[in-house]
């Protein structure tokens, strides 16, 4: 998959992309990204990127026609003629829509994904009708931005392609991850072990369905006066199954009760919510 970020600060993605997980998928080549100056498809010896808003008001408005130039010179199809299942042009804006990790995994399905970083006060309008296929916002809030959020956009994404973490369930079975009907297409059970295999210790994680990630713990088995659940010791694997899945609703629950209304969640599950007070 290609990401091509064009932005008037190419030097802001220097460290995100070289460290970490980013960096070893660009040098194995399961990843490209590049980089574009915006500034570098100005015309005036200022090399002017904004202009004030017709209409008045504060702040200033990124400019068509270097964003146009930009992205016409990277070779992507037209908008009326691009096909959205293969490459998408996406501005990053606290307009657009909220970038979860379903719409993560909807990118990773993508050949191209061309992230245009917005500044200033915004974009003029008619870059997202002349050229975007959509917005995204990666939360309720506004950055100085869009850099940040791209950055974000690639990394989410970028792990959810084939080899990039190594062991492809690393990204399936943590907070937002698959659901049910998915874990179940992939060979294992909601309650992380492989199917067939009930008896069996617990994968290291478990498939949320659409909840946060339970609490994890690991050596040593003591610290400051804190010891591990005693659960987690014991060797009981449904016990393990079982209390992992229960804290993955207690934190939910206490976290972000948002998303139990589109959780998938057994009976079991309810009863468990409704002992902790959900109303659901």
């Not at 100085?144 to 990204?171: F, H, K, M, Q």
């Not at 009930?198 to 003591?222: C, F, I, K, N, Q």
């Not at 998938?264 to 109303?279: K, T």
């Amino acid at each position: 998959m290609r990401f091509d970020l064009i932005t008037i600060f190419p030097e802001f993605f220097a460290s995100i992309l070289g460290h970490g997980v980013l960096r070893r998928a660009i040098a194995q080549g399961l990843v490209g990204v590049e980089v574009h100056d915006l500034r570098n498809f100005t015309h005036d010896r200022h090399r002017t990127v904004d202009d004030r808003p017709f209409g008045g008001g504060e702040g200033m408005v990124l400019k068509p026609e270097p964003l146009t130039e930009a992205v016409e010179s990277l070779g992507v199809n037209e908008k009326g003629e691009r096909d959205a299942g293969r490459e998408r042009v996406v501005l990053l804006s606290a307009q657009g829509r909220r970038f979860t990790q379903g719409v993560a995994r909807e990118l990773a399905g993508l050949e191209r994904l061309v992230l245009l970083c917005g500044r200033y006060e915004g974009v003029d309008e008619r870059v997202h009708s002349l050229l975007c296929d959509e917005e995204l916002s990666i939360g309720d809030y506004v950055l100085s931005g869009g850099e940040l959020a791209a950055a974000i956009v690639v990394d989410a994404t970028a792990r959810l392609l084939p080899g990039v973490l190594g062991n492809e369930a690393s990204s399936e079975y943590e907070s937002f991850g698959l659901t049910p009907t998915l874990i179940a297409r992939s060979g294992r059970s909601e309650w992380g072990t492989p199917s067939g295999g009930e008896d069996g210790p617990p994968l290291a994680v478990v498939g949320s369905g659409g909840l946060l990630d339970y609490p994890h713990y690991t050596r040593p088995a003591e610290f400051r006066g804190m010891a591990v659940p005693e659960v987690l010791t014991g060797g009981d694997h449904a016990a393990i199954r079982r209390w992992r899945r229960e804290k993955a609703l207690e934190k939910t629950w206490r976290n972000r009760p948002d998303l139990l209304e589109g959780a998938e969640l057994s009976e079991a599950d309810r009863e468990y919510l409704r002992g902790l007070g959900w109303g659901g």
